[in-house]
């Protein structure tokens, strides 16, 4: 398993920008094939960008063009840069290590969990 630790959210005006991190340690081998969810307070969680182990990304139709996912294995760290945030962003973003044959399938199935920062976007 890995340990996963986000940070970077915060509270921004409609139209900003912030970048989430995920920082990762422990297994790494495991955390290849990585997603960002988020879940909005009362609502259910949604996956909005995914990292394929190939480098291959997808993102939910609510943020493309606006999100962009990255990984940078020598810091072992995930990212998600947010551009242009509208309130309906706003939710807890978790990172999770899923995997690999579940992000072909769609089924994205998470094996890792991170603790979660809160985007708050009025």
């Known amino acids: 398993h890995v340990q996963l630790v986000e940070s970077g959210g915060g509270s921004v005006q409609a139209g900003g920008s912030l970048r989430l991190s995920c920082v990762v340690s422990g297994y790494t081998y495991s955390a290849d094939c990585m997603v960002w969810f988020r879940q909005p307070s009362g609502k259910e969680r949604e996956a909005v960008a995914t990292y394929d182990s190939d480098g291959s990304t997808s993102y939910a139709d609510s943020v493309k063009g606006r999100f962009t996912i990255s990984k940078d294995n020598a810091k072992r760290t995930l990212y998600l840069q947010m551009n242009n945030l509208q309130p309906e962003d706003t939710a807890m973003y978790r990172c999770?290590?899923?995997?690999?044959?579940?992000?072909?399938?769609?089924?994205?199935?998470?094996?890792?969990w991170g603790q979660g920062t809160q985007v708050t976007v009025s």
């Open positions: 999770a290590a899923v995997l690999c044959g579940s992000v072909r399938t769609g089924t994205l199935r998470a094996t890792d």
